[in-house]
């Protein structure tokens, strides 16, 4: 049976990347990719298509780098503050749910003086502030795009002249994005780009070499990644092998463009079916819905029983909201076909014909 997969990541990626990854498992110019080594030309030219590929795909200008690092958003944190930390050791930052929570209480461990300037911790997260006031006196901001917890979304990113920092691990590649707005963006792989493992960052040269902090392990330098072309110690081989496999097929297929249209489509299904559905209803305030985590509960939770066994008997899995939050949580990344999300949607309003 057709299995419709909408977790959070580690997620879906397109069929036909995975079949490529399993090829290469077993033969990658004679060696399997998981035996070669990563200072092997065959493999310097992946790590070279899978930075290139990232520059085609979002128009990054000349003046930013392209690395594929290890740690995750997670230590993305804490390399963003500090590479970002100037004179002042001062940030402000957005807290817009869990991750930007991290980031906070991450970039505070590495010695910035935070000012959360803008925060929707009042309603468990479930709004987009917008009603702030971005600090001048701080040496960069910081926000998260997307809340992949509680499935909101900024539909306008922050404008600021200061260095604009962003967390971008669950909407790249979603959607066209300026790169140029950005001095740093980070990203886990393991929703749009690839497996989980590499971290993608994108960096503006001018930032390289700047940082203010006393402690800088040379892994977290993202000027020694950039001089070693992404090469300093073992990258994620595998990772980035099948993030460059997935970045070839977003391309063949449209790129980012023809991904914001694929998932506004399948945005537009599910909210309307939520919206309509008199069963159902949405989390998160109505302008801030993420079109990557959509998150919804049942008004009545004597129909809790009925839908999980109707949804898994479809072949959907990974619907259950995070453990912090209840409820249910639908991701629909990129690779999420508008067919899966119908059948959501199918079993949705069968539930709501037997029991409204
Ligand atoms: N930021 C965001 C927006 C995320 O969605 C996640 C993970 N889902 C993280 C950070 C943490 O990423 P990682 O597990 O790769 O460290």
């Known amino acids: ?65 392209v690395l594929y690092l290890q740690g995750g958003a997670t230590l993305g944190f804490t390399i963003a503050a500090l590479n970002m930390m100037r004179d002042t050791k001062r940030a402000g930052y957005m807290n817009t749910g869990t991750w930007a929570s991290g980031a906070i209480k991450e970039a505070k ?28 006196d701080v040496d960069y901001i910081h926000f998260t795009s997307n809340n992949t917890i509680f499935g909101t979304q900024f539909k306008e990113f922050p404008k600021t002249d200061l260095p604009l920092v962003c967390d971008m691990s669950s909407d790249i590649f979603s959607q066209e994005i300026n790169v140029a707005d950005f001095d740093l963006i980070y990203a886990g792989a393991q929703k749009n780009l690839g497996p989980a493992g590499a971290t993608l960052y994108i960096v503006k040269k001018s930032v390289l070499g700047k940082s203010t902090s006393t402690f ?52 537009d299904l599910l909210y309307n079916e939520i919206d309509s559905n008199p069963l159902f209803v949405g989390t998160t305030a109505v302008e801030d819905r993420s079109l990557m985590n959509v998150n919804f509960v049942l008004k009545d939770e ?30 629909m990344y990129n690779a999420l076909e508008l067919e899966s999300v119908q059948v959501l949607v199918d079993v949705m309003r069968d539930l709501a014909n037997k029991h409204a």
């Open 302 to 331: 004597a129909h809790k029983e009925a839908f999980d066994a109707a949804w898994k008997a479809a072949g959907i899995v990974g619907l259950n909201g995070h453990r912090s939050v209840g409820g249910y949580r639908a991701s």
């Open 1 to 65: 049976m057709k299995k419709h997969n909408f977790g959070a990541g580690p997620c879906i990626l397109p069929q036909e990347v995975f079949k490529q990854a399993a090829d290469a498992v077993i033969d990658f110019n004679g060696l399997s990719i998981l035996e070669v080594s990563h200072r092997h030309k065959d493999y310097e030219a992946v790590m070279d298509e899978a930075r290139n590929l990232v520059k085609q795909a979002l128009n990054v200008p000349d003046d930013y780098e």
């Open 109 to 136: 461990k590495a010695g910035i003086d935070v000012n959360v300037f803008a925060s929707s911790e009042d309603k468990n997260f479930n709004y987009i502030p917008k009603d702030y006031t971005i600090p001048t």
């Open 216 to 267: 800088m392990p040379s892994y977290m330098d993202l000027k020694i990644h950039a001089e070693k072309d992404s090469m300093f110690n073992t990258p994620p081989v595998f990772s980035v092998y099948v993030a460059m496999l997935n970045l070839r097929h977003l391309l063949a297929n449209g790129g980012v463009k023809a991904m914001a249209a694929r998932n506004k489509a399948k945005g």
